[in-house]
């Protein structure tokens, strides 16, 4: 069965400090991993876009990492600011011309000053 | 590039009403958008992929006649609720795909109150 699952469900940190976020996936075939941030009651913004074949993409302070042989992914947040605030879902596209996106239940972090 | 807008990003009807909710590409061609639903603290739940000019392709436990989605060109895509009920409130997120990336491209989400 096609999943993604995710840890931690919700995070607090101070601002300025780093985080990581994890996502385990089985998305069989598999073609990427992808890592969006949604606001509260806005749409998911992509943040990368990752394929098996890549391990580590960056996005300003955004790192994603990807170990296509655990299937573990890891979403690195460095020098947080209140902005980051936000729900960070991590979604598994299936293979194909119009393969399914698998989503994530999505961590819930909180940056507090 | 790659912008999605959706309309209206919020509406309150009455129970029994109709309400249409509009996404297009901005600047690309979507060649196939999908609709989502989404709960308070859950995650996306895919309800339909519409093709442009083709029928919407319907997940398993979405109501056809109650969900309706035309895709009549490749810019467009409209969702219309019909005969909205309260349990029918909830956040919906259209996004759209291109021929020429692989990339999803989310709107802004509608947040629809149905009393």
């Known amino acids: 069965k096609n999943q993604v699952e995710q840890s931690p469900q919700s995070l607090i940190i101070l601002e300025g400090k780093n985080c990581t976020l994890q996502?385990?996936?089985?998305?069989?075939?598999?073609?990427?991993l992808r890592w969006y941030k949604q606001d509260t009651g806005r749409g998911p913004v992509s943040l990368t876009i990752m394929t098996f074949s890549e391990n580590t993409k960056s996005n300003g302070r955004y790192t994603a990492t990807l170990d296509a042989d655990t299937k573990q992914s890891s979403l690195h947040i460095t020098a947080s600011q209140l902005s980051d605030s936000a729900s960070y879902i991590c979604v598994g596209r299936g293979g194909g011309s119009q393969g399914n996106l698998i989503f994530g239940k999505g961590t819930k972090l909180s940056v507090k000053p | 590039g790659a912008v999605v807008s959706q309309h209206p990003s919020w509406v309150i009807c009455k129970s029994g009403t109709s309400v249409k909710i509009e996404c297009r590409s901005l600047d690309f061609q979507a060649t196939t958008m999908f609709w989502y639903r989404q709960f308070p603290k859950q995650s996306l739940m895919l309800m339909a992929t519409s093709n442009e000019g083709s029928k919407a392709t319907y997940e398993q436990g979405v109501e056809k006649d109650k969900f309706l989605i035309n895709h009549a060109s490749l810019t467009l895509s409209t969702l219309t609720v019909t005969s909205a009920h309260p349990e029918d409130s909830s956040f919906y997120i259209c996004s759209a795909m291109g021929h020429a990336w692989d990339g999803y491209t989310f709107g802004s989400g509608t947040r629809l109150t149905v009393v």
């Open positions: 996502c385990n996936y089985t998305v069989s075939p598999f073609s990427n």
